[in-house]
């Protein structure tokens, strides 16, 4: 079997589509569907069922893909270190929203550095965008806040983020013992927002977990990245909802402080995703076991 066409089969599989694995592979889509339709001949057997958006596999394209997919990568492996000037050195492409990659999951993994692996990151604020490259075969390990569906990519639970509302020791002053437990929502539309969207996506998760409503206020600062809104809301610019491993330090140092300690915290669970199969690889198997154990004190 010509692994050229495996190879377009799998991406196929991956990105559910063959516009979209005909861009991944730099192949025109007529010249996909050709080479797919010459595998199902030789197959004697249909892979792929036409949907109105995209293709479905068949129980047949997804026996194969389970079976070939993780043999492909290998020899992508192979391939990728014979490049390299030292043919030991393994290479993990990991994916993952900027902050927690940074803070947690790579200083987790440098030292396997000693172990000949070498990293590649990718900062995805989108759990969306993580999960499509890694079908996509862009990434190993991908770290994500949603948990995948079907059966070509595998997640594991890695840890649960606690998320807390904090701001600068003048606006906690100013507000008074209790004041956002009993008029949360009111008190929010008076007073400026840090977040890292306009949609408020972190005061609005709190807010309906500790409050059971939804925020009214806009945000005053918008910054994409949890580090610039922690200094933000530090520097006396409003309130913000931060998961406590990235403000623990600052919260012992006073330069934010708790304004709520809700009986329940607001919690976000992150997932570690690989595609199914891929775990049979020595290096990524080895970076998802350190990861996990990592996360055991996270």
Known sequence: MDLA?????????????????????????????????????????????????????????????????????????????????????????????PEFTSIRALPALTPLIAQRLALRTTFLAHAEDALEGLAAGHHDLAITTARPRGGLLTSTTLCDEEHVLVAAPRWAARLGPGTLRHRGSVVLEQLPVVEVHESLPLVSRYWAAVFDSRPAASATVVAPD?????????????????????????????????LLDPPVPPLRTYFLVVRTGTMALPHIARAHEWLVRAAVDW
Do not use: K, N, W
């Open 5 to 97: 066409l495996l190879r377009t089969f799998v991406a196929v599989h991956r990105a559910g589509s063959f516009t979209r694995a005909a861009a991944l592979l730099g192949l025109s889509q007529p010249a996909v569907t050709s080479q797919i339709r010459t595998l199902e001949r030789q197959l004697g057997r249909p892979l792929f069922l036409r949907r109105a958006r995209g293709v479905t596999p068949t129980t047949v394209g997804d026996e194969l893909a389970h079976r070939a997919a993780p043999h492909l990568d290998a020899l992508v492996e192979i391939a990728e270190a014979g490049l390299g000037d030292d043919p030991g050195v393994r290479t993990l492409h990991l994916a993952g929203p």
């Open 226 to 258: 949890l580090r610039a809104v922690l200094e933000c809301a530090a520097a006396g610019a409003g309130l913000a909802v931060l998961p406590r491993y990235l403000c623990e330090l600052a919260l012992e140092r006073g330069e934010v402080v708790a």
